[in-house]
């Protein structure tokens, strides 16, 4: 089975900044897209940021030029640079991860971490 452990997360003023770390293992075979989603409580879960096998980055709107998302391929790692956070980013950041666990898998799975809490007071 496929694991997701998010780390990094914190109560931080405005303005400031977090690294949210999300680590991947078990048995992976390829992944397709790793991503950073935000939920606040009542609210649906949305996109932050998303990075796909060939690099490319898409991000939220409220977001862009403040987040950068990263991965390493070879450790299956993926990262979250939040600068300037505004009090609006409060929420549980959750890590995601679409891909096969084996070759003959035809389409990708979506797992999910634990979720981390990041608190920025005004």
């Known amino acids: 089975q496929v694991q997701l452990v998010e780390s990094g997360g914190g109560l931080v003023q405005a303005g400031g900044s977090l690294r949210l770390s999300c680590a991947a293992s078990g048995s992976i075979f390829s992944i397709n897209v790793m991503g950073w989603y935000r939920q606040v409580s009542g609210n649906e879960r949305e996109l932050v940021a998303a990075?796909?096998?060939?690099?490319?980055?898409n991000y939220a709107d409220s977001v862009k030029g403040r987040f950068t998302i990263s991965r390493d391929i070879g450790r299956n790692t993926m990262d979250l640079q939040m600068n300037s956070l505004k009090s609006e980013d409060t929420a549980v950041y959750y890590c995601?991860?679409?891909?096969?666990?084996?070759?003959?898998?035809?389409?990708?799975?979506?797992?999910w971490g634990q979720g981390t809490q990041v608190t920025v007071s005004s």
């Open positions: 990075i796909v096998s060939g690099g490319r980055t």
């Open positions: 995601m991860m679409a891909g096969r666990t084996s070759t003959g898998q035809a389409r990708p799975n979506d797992f």
